[in-house]
């Protein structure tokens, strides 16, 4: 109906496909209401009329009108308007680019942001610094960038108008489904329909799971070919035909591949079809082509535990002594930083005596006693929150407790309640009781470390009194010495004074080893290296610096022993010995006399491809008649992974004169003199690139002799077939039998080598145009 509003979007129509209308009956106008568009409908409207794609989401909102003004679109009224929440428009943020090497400048998308204000313009940070993002939110490469894996991911931050710091995951991905579309090549029969065999293959496809809009959604094209017969495609396989059914589709007409719904990773993460090419008529054209689409993981999945933890431990455990280990799960995409996990502890019930009685290792899950103080009597049981974040701990989170329950150590002796006891007892007298003795203990009752043990240590040289654990003394009138002990040793100590030295720092591990790529950026970090100071009472504080650097390549921050990268390193540098570079750190106390520790790190640097090809030797010599090919050698200081094959192209006015192929290795180049060329220098330049197409140019410099095949004869070079110094020495005889007399000064035969480069003699006068110089 006229002036019924279909749709409100958050962005704009794309496109209209109103091919069937006359200009003035338009049936659609876009009308921008903020940053929102709506379709509003001025003629009825056929579904034939109805093809046009969006920009955003597809929700939408109730709409009423007021009129209809002459010439113009109706007034919108909102049945109600929408709050804005300031951040960004997505979740997560994912780019995909057709290579995995990133050069400087290349712009990978746009960045959506809004704080509700009227700005268009904010600023942008990136937890990665070798991507940037512009104020208008262009994403961009600031510094070269090689995805290893496929994929890299990192994180944007932008702020409110009130200051607040927003933060969303980016994923740079190779073949993303938000790439564009892939195009699949069906080859054409020949003449007449014959099945055979594919020489190609189909690189793997991908899609991301919970990919957001209207499906079914396209997840490649085929090309439109000319054929002579109707063809009809289709797809078999799970996921198509057999269970889960239905969730791709393919045109039987066009050949275009669609996802039907949502994929979720965690239940299927790859899918494999087959595709079946028929002719109307014939029967089966092509053999079937396999198709695999793999589905990329979205951090979708919190860490979870499995359940709560229960452990005990001793008054008396010694400081980084392990009393538990937590682990959580994530079901996202295993080493992935979606499933990357850290761990650290929230909060401590009680906090006392003070509140990091425990600490957590990030990594391993395994929780340590940190601190001094623990004692059943005051406090018999900790609570630990403990929670785990994927992300490397900046992601989703999910929590766990942790019961630690205090047992109870000998930390406390028996005290007799009397210093002094005094008993009579009548003589000849046996099995009777003298005096009882109590005494007291605050350890848990009822165990060994509570139970008495009595001896008595002297007073009685002849053995005529017992005494034991609940019994009395059976005696005459002596003076006794009583001790008492429990069952098991005391874990008290005696009092011994010790003088205090300044200890140095100790790092741990005394050896670090990471691993880093070579190209990491400047100011990038390395890693956190840290000593502790073993002087506690002290209560120094610890400093870092480096000790020794020999390339100069790092910086460590003074107060948090944070290493980043000073200089950029080069795993071909002669520092380096099997891909490691090794540096030593020093970590000093604050004391009049600094003790210096020192710990000492190694990284190993992956290779990334920054050395193009390099050809030796740089200079050859050949003969102009039937010349002898020449081997020329490619070498790389990258590894394997950025080696050969290599390959080569010549470059400028060499290619009339010279041909250059690899040999069958793919290691070497073979140069041939294509054309007989006069005696001279000649700069033959060669373009060689390695197997990812980084490439440069290098100039060979070959001599040209006046020879044939592989004897090379270079006697100097020759002037229209005579030898140059025999016809100057006649001319110089000439000159001076017929000016003897005469003496004037003579300009110099003989020019210099980068003029003579460019001038030819010819035995004959009125050299062509034919005779010109070969390049």
Not at 100 to 128: E, H, I, P, W
Not at 366 to 385: A, F, H, M, N
Not at 421 to 446: C, F, G, L, S
Request: net charge negative.
């Amino acid at each position: 109906l006229p002036g019924k509003v279909l749709q409100l979007f958050p962005c704009c129509i794309r496109g209209l496909g109103l091919f069937s209308r006359e200009a003035q009956n338009l049936p659609f106008l876009q009308i921008l209401r903020g940053l929102r568009c709506a379709v509003i409908s001025y003629g009825p409207v056929t579904e034939e009329d109805t093809e046009f794609s969006w920009c955003g989401g597809l929700e939408a909102n109730s709409f009423f009108f007021k009129d209809f003004p002459d010439g113009g679109p109706p007034n919108l009224v909102t049945a109600e308007e929408p709050a804005c929440v300031p951040g960004f428009q997505s979740d997560q943020l994912t780019f995909s680019v057709t290579r995995n090497y990133l050069t400087r400048g290349t712009v990978l998308g746009k960045v959506g942001f809004t704080d509700c204000t009227d700005r268009t313009r904010f600023l942008f940070d990136t937890s990665d610094k070798r991507f940037v993002v512009k104020t208008d939110g262009v994403l961009m490469v600031k510094r070269p960038v090689f995805l290893h894996e496929g994929h890299h991911d990192f994180f944007i931050h932008s702020w409110d108008s009130q200051g607040r710091k927003l933060t969303i995951p980016v994923s740079v991905s190779m073949n993303a489904a938000d790439a564009q579309v892939p195009v699949l090549q069906f080859p054409e029969p020949g003449e007449g329909l014959r099945r055979r065999k594919r020489e190609w293959v189909i690189p793997p496809l991908s899609f991301p799971e919970n990919r957001r809009g209207t499906y079914p959604l396209k997840v490649f094209r085929r090309p439109c070919q000319e054929s002579r017969q109707v063809r009809y495609y289709s797809i078999t396989g799970p996921g198509a035909d057999l269970a889960p059914v239905g969730r791709f589709r393919m045109d039987r007409e066009t050949g275009d591949l669609y996802v039907t719904q949502p994929l979720d990773r965690e239940e299927t993460a790859h899918y494999t079809f087959e595709v079946h090419t028929v002719s109307d008529g014939v029967g089966q054209a092509e053999d079937p082509m396999e198709i695999i689409v793999n589905v990329i993981d979205q951090n979708d999945n919190k860490p979870y535990f499995t359940g709560e933890y229960n452990a005990n431990v001793a008054e008396a455990t010694a400081i980084g002594t392990e009393v538990v280990r937590v682990e959580a799960k994530d079901d996202d995409e295993p080493d992935n930083l979606n499933s990357d996990l850290r761990y650290r502890i929230l909060n401590q019930d009680p906090p006392l005596p003070t509140d990091n009685m425990f600490e957590i290792n990030p990594v391993t899950g395994s929780i340590r006693v940190t601190g001094r103080g623990l004692d059943r009597e005051k406090y018999p049981q900790y609570t630990l929150t403990v929670q785990a974040a994927d992300l490397a701990g900046e992601g989703l989170t999910g929590q766990t407790k942790v019961i630690l329950t205090v047992t109870d150590s000998n930390d406390n002796a028996p005290v007799f309640t009397q210093s002094l006891y005094t008993a009579t007892v009548d003589e000849n007298k046996k099995d009777v009781e003298v005096v009882r003795m109590i005494v007291t203990d605050e350890d848990e009752p009822q165990t060994p470390a509570w139970n008495a043990k009595f001896k008595i240590v002297s007073g009685d040289p002849d053995g005529l009194f017992t005494v034991g654990r609940n019994q009395e003394f059976l005696a005459s009138k002596l003076t006794l010495l009583v001790s008492v002990e429990n069952e098991i040793p005391f874990a008290g100590a005696s009092v011994v004074n010790v003088k205090d030295v300044n200890e140095a720092p100790i790092f741990d591990p005394k050896e670090k080893l990471v691993v880093k790529p070579e190209d990491l950026a400047v100011d990038e970090v390395v890693v956190q290296y840290t000593a502790s100071d073993p002087d506690t009472a002290r209560k120094q504080t610890v400093s870092y610096k480096i000790l020794t650097d020999p390339a100069g390549w790092l910086n460590v921050d003074k107060d948090t022993g944070l290493i980043k990268v000073r200089r950029l390193m080069d795993r071909e540098a002669p520092f380096v010995t099997n891909n490691r570079y090794t540096a030593t750190i020093g970590a000093y106390d604050n004391d009049a006399v600094p003790a210096t520790g020192t710990g000492t790190l190694i990284i190993q640097l992956e290779d990334v491809n920054d050395n193009a090809p390099v050809v030796k030797p740089h200079d050859i010599k050949v003969c102009n008649k039937d010349p002898a090919p020449q081997l020329l050698s490619v070498t790389d200081k990258d590894g394997p992974e950025f080696g050969p094959p290599y390959s080569v192209s010549l470059q400028g006015m060499s290619k009339t004169s010279w041909t250059a192929r690899m040999n069958d290795s793919r290691t070497g180049i073979i140069l041939n003199l294509a054309t007989e060329l006069p005696s001279e220098w000649y700069s033959v330049i060669l373009r060689v690139g390695d197997k990812h197409g980084l490439e440069q140019d290098s100039i060979i410099k070959a001599e040209v002799c006046d020879c044939r095949g592989a004897e090379l004869t270079c006697l100097g070079r020759t002037v229209g077939g005579s030898n140059l110094p025999l016809i100057l020495g006649i001319l110089g005889a000439i000159l001076l039998l017929g000016e003897s007399h005469i003496c004037r000064k003579e300009e110099p035969l003989l020019l210099d080598d980068g003029v003579r480069d460019n001038v030819y003699y010819y035995d004959e006068e009125g050299g062509g145009e034919d005779d010109q110089p070969e390049d």
